[in-house]
T-cell receptor
Framework: EAQVTQNPRYLITVTGKKLTVTCSQN?????MSWYRQDPGLGLRQIYY???????DKGDVPEGYKVSRKEKRNFPLILESPSPNQTSLYFC????????????FGSGTQLSVL | GEDVEQSLFLSVREGDSSVINCTYT??????LYWYKQEPGAGLQLLTY?????DMKQDQRLTVLLNKKDKHLSLRIADTQTGDSAIYFC????????????FGTGTKLQVIP
């Protein structure tokens, strides 16, 4: 089954403790991206990647890092989480940068205390 | 930059039609999308329309595009309780990196 898998689904952590949210897709998609969803703000793009070893900042990249060492995986790294990073995070992928159809993961609800 | 706006809530009775509206600012948009997010799930593509089209119909869904006013709408006929969800409007820009910008989402509540 074609899917985008994120882990974990829920995460509670404390300020400053490094964490990684994993994302994996099994569709051989070139393009992957991370979004955060906040009430009243919709989805905002954090980072995106157009292929292996090619990543770029989205609209709200501060406090986040990503890597794309393999085509299928695109982890989101928070080196020193802060409470304003409490949010619902989504990973998405598409066949190419034209983004004709984005496939989304089920989301990761992160709370930073 | 690009901006996509939607009203936050819509409440309709089961069996009525729902109309969800969206405005966008990027005049070079190539595609406009409607995504549906059910509780506890990610977004799923519902339908999309090319920017050179005025209307697209797909079973109970009708998408209308007014390019002059940069206004997009999604009409759901015979709305069912299973249609309760958050609906996101999104637009795709033209150019080298064809970024997709999402609206704030409209929460549709269907009253039985």
């Amino acid at each position: 089954e074609a899917q985008v898998t994120q882990n974990p689904r829920y995460l509670i952590t404390v300020t400053g403790k490094k964490l990684t949210v994993t994302c994996s897709q099994n569709m051989n998609h070139e393009y992957m991206s991370w979004y955060r969803q906040d009430p009243g703000l919709g989805l905002r793009q954090i980072y995106y990647s157009m292929n292996v070893e090619v990543t770029d900042k989205g609209d709200v990249p501060e406090g986040y890092k990503v890597s794309r060492k393999e085509k299928r995986n695109f982890p989101l790294i928070l080196e020193s989480p802060s409470p304003n990073q409490t949010s619902l995070y989504f990973c998405a992928s598409s066949a190419d940068r034209n983004n004709e159809k984005l496939f989304f993961g089920s989301g990761t609800q992160l709370s930073v205390l | 930059g690009e901006d996509v706006e939607q009203s936050l809530f819509l409440s309709v009775r089961e069996g009525d039609s729902s109309v969800i509206n969206c405005t966008y600012t990027d005049s070079s948009s190539t595609y406009l999308y409607w995504y549906k997010q059910e509780p506890g799930a990610g977004l799923q593509l519902l339908t999309y329309i090319f920017s050179n089209m005025d209307m697209k119909q797909d079973q109970r869904l009708t998408v209308l595009l007014n390019k002059k006013d940069k206004h997009l709408s999604l009409r759901i006929a015979d709305t069912q309780t299973g249609d309760s969800a958050i609906y996101f409007c999104a637009e795709r820009s033209s150019g080298g990196y064809q970024k997709v910008t999402f609206g704030t989402g409209t929460k549709l509540q269907v009253i039985p």
